[in-house]
């Protein structure tokens, strides 16, 4: 069974910074891409960057800049480093990847709380 967890998230102050982590583990033949995805209370789940395997990135407009997704293909990792953060980047961060098994389906990590606060 796959299963993707989280780590890294906390209470920071506003300029502050956050490194988020996310591991893969489980029977894997591959994974495609891979991604940060955030959910604010009372707002929709928003993509905050993606990754694919080649390593082309995607970033929301407001984190641009400030945010930078990496992973390792061999220990089945994405990060995402998180600088400059504002007020508006509290929400819970959820890690994404498409994954192959036996058959190719999304999976999704149980969730990490950023808080931005002074």
């Known amino acids: 069974q796959v299963r993707l967890v989280e780590s890294g998230g906390g209470l920071v102050q506003p300029g502050g910074s956050l490194r988020l982590s996310c591991v893969a583990s489980?029977?894997?033949?591959?994974?495609?891409?891979m991604g940060w995805y955030r959910q604010a209370p009372g707002k929709q789940r928003e993509l905050v960057a993606s990754?694919?395997?080649?390593?082309?990135?995607n970033y929301l407009d407001s984190v641009k800049g400030r945010f930078t997704i990496s992973r390792d293909n061999f220990q089945n990792t994405v990060d995402l480093q998180m600088n400059d953060l504002k007020p508006e980047d509290t929400a819970v961060y959820y890690c994404?990847?498409?994954?192959?098994?036996?058959?190719?389906?999304?999976?999704w990590g149980q969730g990490t709380q950023v808080t931005v606060s002074s």
């Open positions: 994404n990847a498409q994954i192959t098994t036996y058959y190719t389906a999304d999976y």
């Open positions: 489980g029977t894997i033949f591959t994974i495609n891409g």
């Open positions: 990754i694919a395997k080649g390593r082309t990135t």
